[in-house]
């Protein structure tokens, strides 16, 4: 037997069903707040990722799939879904004269070599949305807000992080004054972290190794370098958020993992058990930077396997289970065909119908009626058949009526 590779899996049962149900819910949010669907290819140039994940950060160092294609290039396995997007934007010049915002989304598999864990895959699935030609925080706001009712609607409830990284100058002074804060400390933090110092010193805030140690706990404060602009951004997206009833709070080692980010960024904080379900912010420069014109632009995204761990922790995944309206009963020739037209009609008018398939018993099919739930059930026989009737049975009150033929379609559409 050939088993699958470490850190994918097959969505399939429970979790599928949650997959669909939040699917579904994300194709509702999305049309409601005027997202548009975009779907970029699964490999790209492996330098669109180093120039906009980072060259030093953990992403790209470590976690990449990175191979030659039989023409020689190099390709990496994407490990997020931005970096695309904006490459994206920037070839088919999607940015054109629009001066509204153009709203993306996209829900697809997303690759990084990690060492699998609960919530933690080589494989996994990432909702995001990413908007561009807008610096005004509303449009933070709303990106927090999308991802933040989601969750709500699926009965999750978490809080968002928020921090401001600041603008490049605020970011740097901020960075020359940790640097200088941890040196004389820095043999006392982790392997990673002696090297952080030297490549990406942000990084350490958000350090798991070195998460309780009381050299992390006394860092300078970022608020302590924000210019005044920033400042105020950082502001106004918290007013906003009040205005939109959401449950934030200011976490100042919220640095994000990716090197592109600037001003406001976030984290979707699970309460149930603080795990991190997702997390976003602006990012400027990055258009600019992967040879797009200056536009600017903010996003987050999500992972679908830690939503549906989550939900099916927390709540009642029975109300998810497969159910249809209508169970037609046949057994010979005459009723299964019988039963086939009928369930088309029914099927064709949105009104979800099994039939007997398998070759089943009477008793078998009433079990499987049962199982699946059905309101009505259709009892085809040869005997009322010849007559053009029909039997409906209500599985809830065990009434049964004999109905015309002709109508039972009808009769099944005005009455679930
Ligand atoms: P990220 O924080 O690297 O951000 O990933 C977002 C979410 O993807 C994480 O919070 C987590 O739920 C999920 N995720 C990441 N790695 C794994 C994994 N190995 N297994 C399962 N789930 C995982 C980004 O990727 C940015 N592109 C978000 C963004 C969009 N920022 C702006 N626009």
């Known amino acids: 037997m050939i088993a699958k590779p470490k850190g994918t899996y097959d969505l399939m049962g429970v979790d599928a069903k949650i997959y669909t149900y939040i699917s579904h819910e994300i194709e509702d949010m999305m049309s409601n707040y005027n997202y548009e669907l975009i779907r970029t290819p699964i490999f790209e ?5 180093h120039r906009s994940v980072g060259e030093t950060t953990d ?32 070839e088919n010049k999607l940015y054109g004269n629009k001066n509204d915002a153009i709203k993306l989304y996209y829900n697809g598999t997303m690759y990084r070599y990690e060492r699998p864990q609960s919530g933690r895959n080589r494989e996994f699935t990432q909702f995001g949305i990413e908007a561009f030609n ?31 990284l600041g603008d490049a100058e605020s970011r740097k002074n901020y960075t020359d004054a940790l640097v200088k804060y941890l040196k004389p400390h820095i043999n006392d933090l ?9 490549t990406n010193p942000l990084r350490i805030l958000d350090c798991k190794v ?44 919220i640095v994000r993992g990716l090197d592109y980010y600037d001003e406001n960024v976030w984290e979707y904080i699970a309460d149930s058990d603080g795990v991190t379900l997702g997390g976003g912010g602006r990012y400027n420069h990055l258009v600019e930077a992967l040879d797009g014109p200056s536009i600017p632009a903010v996003g987050f995204a999500m992972g679908i396997e830690r939503i549906i761990l989550n939900i099916k922790e927390n709540i009642e995944v029975k109300n998810l289970d497969q159910a249809v309206d209508v169970y037609i009963m046949s057994v010979s020739d005459e009723e299964k065909i019988r039963a086939l037209e009928i369930a088309q009609y029914l099927r064709l008018n949105n009104v979800a119908t099994e039939i007997n398939s398998c070759n089943l018993s009477m008793k078998s099919q009433f079990k499987i ?14 005997e009322d058949l010849q007559k053009g009737l ?17 109508e039972v379609v009808d009769w099944i559409l005005g009455n679930i």
């Open 45 to 49: 140039a492996s330098e669109l990722f």
């Open 390 to 406: 029909v039997n409906i049975k209500d599985n809830a009150t065990k009434e049964e009526i004999k109905v015309d033929e002709a």
């Open 369 to 382: 009626a049962d199982r699946l739930q059905a309101k009505f059930l259709i009892i085809l026989n040869n």
């Open 59 to 90: 992403i790209v160092t470590k976690e990449t799939y990175d191979f030659k294609d039989r023409g020689d290039r190099n390709i990496t396995l994407r490990p997020e879904g931005t970096a695309g997007v904006v490459r994206s934007v920037i």
């Open 134 to 164: 807008s610096n005004d925080p509303m449009l933070d706001a709303e990106v927090i807000s999308v991802s933040y009712y989601l969750l709500n609607n699926l009965g999750i409830e978490a809080t968002v992080a928020i921090n401001s």
């Open 210 to 253: 070195d998460k309780d140690s009381e050299i992390l706990k006394n860092v300078p404060k970022i608020s302590d370098y924000l210019s005044k602009e920033s400042k105020e951004r950082f502001e106004k997206v918290k007013e906003y958020l009040n205005i939109l009833d959401i449950n934030y709070e200011v976490n100042e080692n």
């Open 190 to 198: 982790c392997e990673d972290c002696q090297n952080r110092i030297n």
